[in-house]
Structure formats: C-alpha cells, structure tokens
C-alpha cells in the first residue's frame, strides 16, 4: 500500500502542527491500521501514536499524551495526527505506516504492542518536523 504523509514543518516550542497520512486511491483505508513513528538524528525509530481500523482505538506513547491527538477519515483516505504543546524534542523525521488490521487483541494476547513498529509492513516518505525559537 503507497502512502504519503504531509504537514511537517518549523513551528517554535508550543506550537501546533497537524500531520495528514493519505493512502492511494486505489486503496482503502477502512482496512488499515496506521501507525505514526519518528526518527530523530542519531536516535532509533520510535512510535509516536496508532489508531487501529477496526474499532478506531488509538495507542499513545507516554511523551505525547495529552499533547497529540490521532483521528482518521476514511473518506478522504486518511490519518491525521495533531500535535499541539511542541516541544524541542519532538523534532524529527515523522513517517506514517500501515497494515491490515487485527483487533488489538491479537497483539496483546501473545504479548506484543500493536504499536510496534515491526508490525507494520508498508511505509511512507518521512515528513520534517523542527521545534525551535
């Protein structure tokens, strides 16, 4: 599945930006779940926020809760994630992901975080975000 995310930019610290995920056409969102990661320089790829297809249930890491805000709409095909609160440190290369969906249960249950990085097959092109005054 292609995707492309969109909306990053230079915002200075509690700021807001609102990132869009838009799969192709020729796909349809209702079967995905996506998921939002990062990658700062020198640092590993890290999830930022998830939203499963079949129940809409969103997952937030611990640095971003309260502050970012995961949605999506499948008629237009796409995932949005709203960041408000910015801080220094959330600047980073932010890539969306997609797969097609289980229940978060099916994760759980054995143990892994449906959030994992690794359970996603199909990645975009990253977009920058920079926090800074």
């Known amino acids: 599945v292609q995707l492309q995310a969109s909306g990053g930019g230079l915002v200075q610290p509690g700021g807001s930006l609102k990132l869009s995920c838009t799969l192709a056409?020729?796909?349809?969102?209702?079967?995905?779940?996506i998921g939002w990661f990062r990658q700062a320089p020198g640092k590993e790829r890290e999830a930022v926020s998830c939203?499963?297809?079949?129940?809409?249930?969103?997952i937030y890491v611990d640095a971003v809760k309260g502050r970012f805000t995961i949605s999506r709409d499948n008629s237009k095909n796409t995932v949005y994630l709203v960041m408000n609160s910015l801080k220094t440190e959330d600047s980073a290369t932010y890539y969306c992901?997609?797969?097609?969906?289980?229940?978060?249960?099916?994760?759980?249950?054995?143990?892994?975080?449906?959030?994992?990085?690794?359970?996603?097959?199909?990645w975009g092109q990253g977009t920058q975000v920079t926090v800074s005054s």
């Open positions: 992901a997609a797969r097609i969906d289980n229940h978060y249960s099916d994760y759980e249950e054995v143990g892994l975080n449906p959030c994992s990085s690794g359970l996603f097959g199909s």
């Open positions: 056409s020729r796909f349809t969102l209702d079967h995905y779940a």
């Open positions: 939203i499963s297809a079949v129940d809409w249930r969103p």
